[in-house]
């Protein structure tokens, strides 16, 4: 079931194959993954059908929430970067009905294999933000968990999957994120502090510069984190 699924999604994607822009889009993520070579509106296009086909199966099929995951784990360890573009776009069309606790488990992994800031940042900001608003328990635990982790990118995680929360985000408990990793040099976590306070910017800036003012944050997230104020 799983391989034919995945065989049809390689059948719509073939016949785009651009070796030239492939390179290219290669290129912009400094080398690390290897591309078809589609456009995001290209490829968004011709995966449509395949992720709408998807969607009926699943409002028939009771096991339809562990097969997604079958199904994204599946593109995520196929070797162009297109394939994990669109698992990400299929776990992020995901119907709440099909939200779980237990996602901890597969968003973890996701974030920590072929990572890079494509990715880690689509599904942060997008399906474990909604997921952690499901599950703030879980999600509490989860990101006590990670926010230790030796993988930087579970910590950036951690850092901007509030990105889209507006004026509900929890500044208490980003601050404290913050005050954790501030003292980490990497580009990613300075990049992640200032812009989760940046976009808090927009909706608080009082707060964003209480925290400035409370915290000795400098460089690039102090950079990041002022653009607004």
Request: proline share 3%.
């Amino acid at each position: 079931m799983i391989e034919e699924t995945i065989l049809q999604l390689e059948e719509l994607f073939e016949p785009f194959r651009n070796a030239k822009r492939a390179q290219t889009a290669s290129a912009y993520l400094r080398d690390q993954f290897p591309f078809i070579g589609m456009k995001t509106e290209i490829r968004r296009a011709a995966q449509k059908s395949w992720i709408d086909s998807l969607k009926i199966i699943e409002d028939k099929n009771p096991d339809s929430y562990r097969e997604k995951w079958l199904i994204i784990r599946a593109l995520w360890e196929k070797e162009e970067r297109d394939y994990q573009h669109t698992a990400i776009d299929l776990l992020n069309s995901m119907p709440k009905k099909f939200y779980s606790e237990d996602d901890a488990v597969e968003l973890e992994w996701l974030l920590n294999h072929k990572s890079w800031w494509d990715s880690v940042d689509s599904i942060a900001s997008n399906y474990l933000g909604k997921w952690a608003i499901l599950f703030p328990g879980k999600a509490r635990e989860t990101f006590e968990k990670w926010r230790y982790h030796e993988s930087f990118w579970l910590q950036r995680s951690c850092l901007i999957y509030q990105l889209k929360y507006k004026d509900k985000v929890d500044s208490a408990y980003l601050e404290d994120l913050i005050r954790q990793m501030n003292s980490n040099k990497e580009f990613f976590i300075q990049k992640a502090i200032g812009w989760s306070l940046r976009q808090l910017s927009k909706y608080n800036p009082q707060e964003v510069t209480r925290i400035l003012g409370n915290n000795s944050i400098k460089g690039l997230a102090l950079r990041e984190a002022s653009k607004y104020l």
